[in-house]
């Protein structure tokens, strides 16, 4: 098992682009979630998803979508990038409501 | 606003001895926390949790306690090893398994050989 995988590990961005982070993973886990860790603050969720074609808001979820086609890929997109989305982007999976979540490596995105 | 607190950014300890991980969170709703632990260019692991029912759970070398009334949980490492040395993570949310983690802003433990 991979577990969760983030693809791509690290990305520069001028402003205004647009990109799609991609989370997968290969635990057939329902729930997926999207993260963002700034320095001197915690990890705040974006979006997260309860099940294959349902996505929901999660605390910081302006500039951003989501999409989960199928169960095990969540993506998130940036359509006009800004310097205040730089951060590091954690994916996470758990099977059920009840159970903790596992992470993906991250990754780094710096919009300039 | 940051509703869970960790209010030190790091902490150095001896191989052998106790490490003592400190929490505080504002939110009355948290009844449900959980100890995290990462690894430079890893994702967070999860480590061990506590619900507002209990005061303390313990997992092998690590003891949550929880102090409702003080709104402050820590955990306890003991004896802490080399391996420890990471950055740790508290988080809580409105119940066991929501979907809205609150996340501190993480400690990071050296633990010294």
């Known amino acids: 098992n991979a577990g969760v995988t983030q693809t791509p590990k690290f990305r520069v961005l001028k402003t205004g682009q647009s990109m799609t982070l991609l989370c997968a993973q290969d635990?057939?886990?329902?729930?997926m979630y999207w993260y963002r860790q700034d320095p001197g603050m915690g990890l705040r969720l974006i979006h997260y998803s309860v099940g294959e074609g349902t996505t929901a808001k999660g605390e910081v979820p302006d500039g951003y979508n989501v999409s989960r086609l199928k169960k095990q890929n969540f993506l998130l997109g940036l359509e006009s990038a800004a310097p205040s989305q730089t951060s590091v982007y954690f994916c996470a999976s758990r099977p059920g409501p009840q159970e903790t979540q596992y992470f993906g490596p991250g990754t780094r995105l710096l919009v300039l | 606003d940051q509703q869970v607190k960790q209010n030190s950014p790091s902490l150095s300890v001896q191989e052998g001895r106790i490490s003592i991980l400190n929490c505080d969170y504002t939110n009355s709703m948290f009844d449900y926390f959980l100890w995290y632990k990462k690894y430079p260019a890893e994702g967070p692991t999860f480590l061990i949790s506590i619900s507002s029912i209990k005061d303390k759970n313990e997992d092998g070398r690590f003891t949550v306690f929880l102090n409702k009334s003080a709104k402050h949980l820590s955990l306890h490492i003991v004896p802490s090893q080399p391996g420890d040395s990471a950055v740790y993570f508290c988080a809580a949310s409105a119940q066991t398994g929501a979907n809205n983690l609150f996340f501190g802003t993480g400690t990071r433990l050296t633990v010294i050989p």
């Open positions: 635990m057939n886990h329902e729930y």
